[in-house]
């Protein structure tokens, strides 16, 4: 069993190749539900969504995110009475969002109600959220706490990032599913996702750490920098007001000792000795991910190399 924690795009798309590199059965992806939010009376759960619609083959291939094709009458409808809508959602996309919500508000918990629409959807992977109650990831900057979609969306990434808290975290619950998850695989695998938004609240999850810790699999990161360069989003500029050398070997030094291997891109190749010095195995490969082939492309050269190393 494979087991990746992940968080919105670049997640998604290595979720996407391990499970059609492998039997998709044997995949549990963990999702980062820090960036959740209410909107308009709805649950958003970018994340969550992300990897379902990419999973599903069905997520917009330019975005990354949202139903390829969809549209926006409902926006559009709602523009109309004075909203101005800032957050983007697709028509197909508001009815995960309306489905979801009121299944919530029917009891049902956010693992169980991601379980049936991945179902629907004919997802064949396990897609868990880290907990069933809320997290609220909060950016700090100079011009004070933002909730994380107004940082990431509203005001586009440009503010200076110099601290994040993940408000509720104390108090949730790893889903049960995500430490038995953890508890028996063969393989974890950190996803390219964003060290602090991402793959962050997941860890802070109380529990899930000394999951990760506590178990046997080998545990291999993706690292998301490239040539000094986020794939995608803010991770690189993050790195940078935080105080984290911007590259490879920034990323090995934030997951030194919670995980046996790194794997980098070509560009970084100088930086696979510093990395191996601090006690990494480091994969040297092409990992800038193209579309569904190339990342089954990545997931295998990936799963074979650790087979081959752990
Ligand atoms: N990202 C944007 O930059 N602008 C949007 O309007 C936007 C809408 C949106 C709607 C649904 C969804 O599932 C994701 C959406 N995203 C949008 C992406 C989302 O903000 C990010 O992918 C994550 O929260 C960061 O991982």
Redesign the pocket.
């Known amino acids: 069993m494979i087991v990746a924690l992940a968080?919105?795009?670049g997640g998604a798309k290595l979720s996407q190749g391990i499970a059609r590199a492998i039997d998709p059965h044997s995949l549990t992806v963990i999702v980062n539900t820090a960036?959740d939010f209410d909107l308009l009376g709805l649950r958003?759960c970018?994340?969550l969504?992300?990897v379902m619609y990419t999973l599903a083959g069905i997520s917009d291939p330019v975005q990354g995110?949202?139903v390829a094709g969809d549209t926006t009458r409902t926006l559009q409808a709602i523009a109309a009475f004075g909203e101005a809508p800032w957050?983007?959602?697709g028509d197909r996309?508001v009815a995960t969002h309306v489905l979801r919500t009121a299944r919530l508000r029917a009891g049902e918990d956010l693992g169980s109600v991601t379980h049936g629409l991945a179902q629907a959807l004919g997802i064949r992977s396990h897609i868990l959220p880290m907990s069933n109650y809320p997290v609220s990831t909060i950016v700090h900057t100079d011009d004070g706490s933002l909730e994380f979609?107004e940082y990431?969306?509203a005001r586009r990434q440009a503010d200076d990032v110099i601290g994040l808290s993940y408000l509720g975290v104390e108090d949730a619950i790893a889903h049960p599913a995500t430490i038995r998850a953890l508890r028996d695989a063969e393989t974890v695998v950190v996803c390219p996702s964003n060290p602090f938004v991402?793959v962050g609240p997941i860890l802070a999850v109380p529990g899930m750490k000394r999951a990760l810790d506590q178990s046997r699999a080998f545990k291999v990161a993706v690292s998301p920098i490239i040539g000094g360069n986020a794939v995608k989003g803010p991770a690189a500029k993050m790195m940078a007001t935080l105080g984290h050398d911007v590259s490879a070997l920034g990323i090995a030094r934030l997951y030194a000792g919670l995980v046996d291997a790194l794997v980098i891109d070509h560009a970084d190749a100088v930086l696979a000795a510093p990395i191996g010095e601090l006690g990494l195995r480091v994969l040297v490969t092409q990992s800038v991910m193209g579309g569904p082939a190339d990342r089954e492309r990545f997931a295998r050269e990936m799963l074979a190399w650790v087979d081959d190393i752990r």
């Open positions: 968080g919105g795009v960036d958003i970018p994340d969504d992300t995110w949202g957050f983007r959602l996309d979609q990431f969306v991402s």
